[in-house]
């Protein structure tokens, strides 16, 4: 069966970076992109961005461009998103997603929490 | 970017009560559209792709309809279980975005 299975809880201070993983099984990884999507506390979803695991194409959402890559390592179906000059607001659930970039998200990882705190 | 408008932002309805909720595009995104359900402490999940089809294994109860600029999503009998926060989120311009949510509860 598909599944993404993130890493665990992040605690970082602020001006640092994150690095989060996902790491796909039950499908050819390279069939598929990824999308990240992430949710602060009590609040609403908001689309980071997305890669296609095929050629390593990305698509950012403007607000993060500078400050976020994704990437992944075909070797072990594994996916990367790593967010830099962390901020008090970026302290949120991260998930990654399996989809085209444009279409639907049929599986979701299980979510990282990152919390950027002094 | 488009922005989703969600109404109503919460509601609360008995069990068996039919539930509607409405999306509204700030431009034409045919039917670009997709619903999703998430439960408190989960990943959401895909319940409706195309503005109307309804993923595999999803509860036919589920529906979505729309094109254009308005979407509705419809649960014919609210059960216990369908206690959660749904989206809408276009996937017609980048960058990609999600209603604000519409958080259904039990009366």
């Known amino acids: 069966q598909v599944q993404l299975v993130q890493s665990g809880a992040e605690v970082k201070k602020p001006g640092a970076s994150v690095k989060v993983s996902c790491k796909a099984s039950?499908?050819?990884?390279?069939?598929?992109?990824i999308s990240w999507v992430r949710q602060a506390p009590g609040q609403g979803l908001e689309w980071m961005g997305w890669i296609s695991a095929y050629n390593g194409n990305t698509n950012y959402a403007q607000k993060l461009q500078g400050r976020v890559t994704m990437t992944t390592d075909t070797s072990t179906s594994t996916a990367y998103m790593e967010l830099r000059s962390l901020r008090s607001d970026d302290t949120a659930v991260y998930y990654c997603?399996?989809?085209?970039?444009?279409?639907?998200?049929?599986?979701w990882g299980q979510g990282t929490l990152v919390t950027v705190s002094s | 970017d488009i922005q989703m408008t969600q109404s109503p932002s919460s509601l609360s309805a008995s069990v068996g009560d039919r539930v509607t909720i409405t999306c509204q595009a700030s431009?034409?995104?045919?039917?670009?559209l997709n619903w999703y359900q998430q439960k408190p402490g989960k990943a959401p999940k895909l319940l409706i792709y195309d503005a109307s089809n309804l993923e595999t294994g999803v509860p036919s109860r589920f529906s979505g309809s729309g094109s254009g600029t308005d979407f509705t999503f419809t649960i014919s009998s609210l059960q216990p279980e369908d206690i959660a926060t749904y989206y809408c989120q276009q996937y017609d311009n980048l960058p990609r975005t999600f209603g604000q949510g519409t958080k259904v509860e039990i009366k």
């Open positions: 997603a399996r989809g085209p970039l444009g279409g639907d998200h049929d599986y």
């Open positions: 431009q034409d995104i045919s039917n670009y």
């Open positions: 039950g499908y050819t990884f390279t069939s598929y992109g």
